[in-house]
Structure formats: structure tokens, C-alpha cells
């Protein structure tokens, strides 16, 4: 749609996330929604992934991420760390 400038879908495990960046990133749309993470994958191995594919695919995104890391020190890496790699 013309007007969509962001989106936020529920359910982020029933998407095929790079055909959902592909859109995002061909149509210029924010994802604002939540990336499903891989079976039993590190808060710091899906931050590489998605960062990775948002990159590949040109995709913008509010990162919501569905993993977590468990201290607060390492919540501070998560977010530096994302920044670093979509800067």
C-alpha cells in the first residue's frame, strides 16, 4: 500500500524471514514487528543473522528481538552490537 511506511505482523515464526526483508527493503517499509529466532540460537548468533540479512536485503527494522540475553551487561552488548552492524 502507498501510506504503509511500517509494519508490525504477529506471529514472526509463521514468516519466512528474507522474503519478509526482501519486501521491506524493496518497498522501503520499517519492519516494526517481532524476527523469530532459530531453534535453540544465541541472542548473539540471531543479532549477526538478522543484521546480516537486513543488510543483504536493504530491510529496515526496529530490532524486537525474540532472544534475550540474561544479563543486563550483556543486553548493553546486544544493543552496541547491533548498531555496529547495521551502521
Known amino acids: 500500500m502507498e501510506r504503509v511506511c511500517a509494519i508490525d505482523l504477529g506471529n514472526p515464526e509463521m514468516y519466512d524471514t528474507r522474503w519478509l526483508f526482501e519486501r521491506c527493503g524493496e518497498s522501503g517499509t520499517v519492519l516494526f514487528s517481532p524476527v523469530a529466532a ?5 541472542w548473539l548468533a540471531y543479532v549477526h543473522r538478522v543484521a546480516n540479512l537486513a543488510r543483504e536485503t536493504g530491510a529496515r527494522l526496529i ?5 534475550f540475553p540474561e544479563s543486563r551487561d ?3 552488548r546486544m544493543v552496541d552490537l547491533w548498531h ?4
Open 38 to 42: 532459530l531453534e535453540s540460537e544465541s
Open 74 to 76: 550483556d543486553c548493553a
Open 63 to 67: 530490532l524486537r528481538p525474540t532472544v
Open 84 to 87: 555496529d552492524l547495521t551502521s
